[in-house]
């Protein structure tokens, strides 16, 4: 069975982070070990809630795991609430770096989206996901986030949205967040989220050429973080460095009328997409489903374009379901009663 880590925090009352990303990816079939950076007892919409930091929790946690000789398929970051967490996800992505299985269905989505739907790699090692240039994959040192196959670094850089930071964020903890993604093999940032990360004006009227503009500066930083980790490690010469990854906006939209997202293959300078139709309502951790409906496709050994397919449905059905109960509560969707939809969506 695969095995994946998330790392965010745990709003007891509020269907989002930890209390969505544990359900969601265990009902897909994955092994799914959680490690809270905070505990609330309700999401921050809410007034008056209660808040306990678990940043020096981590490093024993961690500790424990690296004693216990666990392993996982990939590493799943949500909401992280301190630049020192960021640094510690940073070191659990070194520590935690080798895969726990020994099969490579992982590896087959990395590379499917730019061959074909059943077409399989062969020059990947059997690990877990690392996106990265096979021909390259035995010239790299194994502490470098360019490393050959390893388990698949996931960053949803929960820290904004509407064009404004959550509070308690500042911009020098944006940058810093764009630094971790930096070294992720998916990330998924929202539209304000890649703004910030990239110093670009937030703009609520964008065309999907600024959206893809946006994209591409996130993966100039991925490669300018690569080219310095393999100039310090002199592995080998900058000019040869090719980071792979893929970097998907999220609530992407090209009319007023659709909803969906636009990824970007940083190796093959390819933009995929896939959008659904736009309800007239918001709610609260969508973000978070459909990060953790990624993750957990990718996990199964889908490919990057097939998993944002079913996490769009997925997100969309939740939403949907949520708008026909008249006692759904306001602070989230009804993503447990879509759980059979995404089931299907999986079997097909």
């Not at 982070?17 to 092994?31: D, F, K, R, W, Y």
């Not at 070294?183 to 600024?210: K, Q, S, W």
Request: glycine share 6%; hydrophobic share 40%.
């Amino acid at each position: 069975m695969k095995r994946i880590a998330t790392i965010q925090d745990i709003s007891c009352v509020g269907k989002c982070s930890l209390t969505v990303a544990l359900p969601i990816i265990s009902a897909m079939g994955i092994e799914t070990a959680i490690l809270p950076t905070a505990v609330l007892s309700t999401h921050t919409a809410f007034s008056g809630f209660t808040f306990r930091d678990l940043t020096d929790d981590i490093p024993g946690i961690a500790a424990h795991w690296k004693k216990e000789n666990f392993t996982f398929d990939a590493l799943y970051t949500g909401y992280l609430g301190s630049k020192r967490q960021i640094s510690l996800v940073k070191s659990l992505f070194r520590d935690f770096g080798s895969s726990a299985s020994s099969s490579s269905s992982i590896s087959g989505a990395a590379v499917s989206a730019a061959t074909s739907a059943n077409s399989a790699p062969s020059a990947l090692s059997a690990q877990a996901l690392k996106f990265v240039d096979p021909a390259i994959c035995d010239t790299m040192p194994s502490n470098t986030h360019c490393a050959s196959a390893q388990a698949l670094k996931f960053v949803d850089p929960a820290m904004a949205d509407s064009g404004a930071l959550y509070a308690g964020f500042t911009p020098d903890f944006a940058q810093e967040m764009a630094s971790l993604c930096a070294e992720a093999d998916v990330i998924v940032p929202n539209l304000t989220e890649a703004c910030l990360m990239t110093g670009t004006p937030y703009r609520e009227d964008y065309d999907e050429a600024f959206a893809m503009e946006l994209l591409q500066k996130l993966a100039a930083q991925k490669r300018q973080s690569c080219s310095s980790a393999q100039n310090a490690a002199a592995a080998v010469p900058a000019s040869d460095v090719s980071p792979s990854g893929y970097i998907i906006l999220t609530g992407a939209h090209r009319t007023d009328s659709d909803l969906g997202a636009l990824g970007y293959d940083i190796a093959r300078d390819r933009f995929f997409s896939y959008y659904g139709e736009r309800l007239p309502v918001k709610f609260h951790g969508t973000g978070d489903i459909f990060a953790s409906c990624t993750v957990g496709a990718l996990a199964r050994g889908l490919s990057i374009e097939k998993a944002i397919r079913i996490a769009v449905d997925y997100t969309h059905e939740c939403i949907r379901l949520t708008m026909k109960d008249s006692d759904h509560r306001w602070y989230g969707v009804n993503f447990e009663s879509a759980i059979p939809y995404l089931l299907k969506l999986l079997d097909q």
